[in-house]
Nanobody, 117 residues
Framework: QVQLVESGGGLAHLGGSLRLSCEAS????????MAWYRQGPGKERELVAI???????DYIDSVKGRFTMSRDNTKQTVSLQMNSLKPEDSAVYYC???????????WGQGTQVTVSS
């Protein structure tokens, strides 16, 4: 069982920055792909960034060069540094842990990010 707790959302102005954090409790953290998703008003949830078990990190095109995902297996945390924020980045951001080996998937409760113009 893994529990994910996000923090760090809030309000930012156009061009500003926010840093999201996700702390995971439980075991075998290293076996999980960790990802950040977001869901804007009236939109479907979309993948923003994914880290493959501490290896490669991939981003959707719209955030490349602006967002950076970090992972610390020792602390069992992931973070998402968001720079040059745009109003279209406004969404509820969710931390996700998925293990194909353990065949399990977990979601955090979500944290709201609002970017004003």
């Amino acid at each position: 069982q893994v529990q994910l707790v996000e923090s760090g959302g809030g309000l930012a102005h156009l061009g500003g920055s926010l840093r999201l954090s996700c702390e995971a409790s439980g075991s075998e953290f290293s076996l999980y792909h960790m990802a950040w998703y977001r869901q804007g008003p009236g939109k479907e949830r979309e993948l923003v960034a994914i880290n493959v078990r501490g290896g490669q990190t991939d981003y959707i095109d719209s955030v490349k060069g602006r967002f950076t995902m970090s992972r610390d297996n020792t602390k069992q945390t992931v973070s998402l540094q968001m720079n040059s924020l745009k109003p279209e980045d406004s969404a509820v951001y969710y931390c996700n842990a998925k293990s194909y080996i353990l065949e399990t998937e977990y979601w955090g409760q979500g944290t709201q990010v609002t970017v004003s113009s």
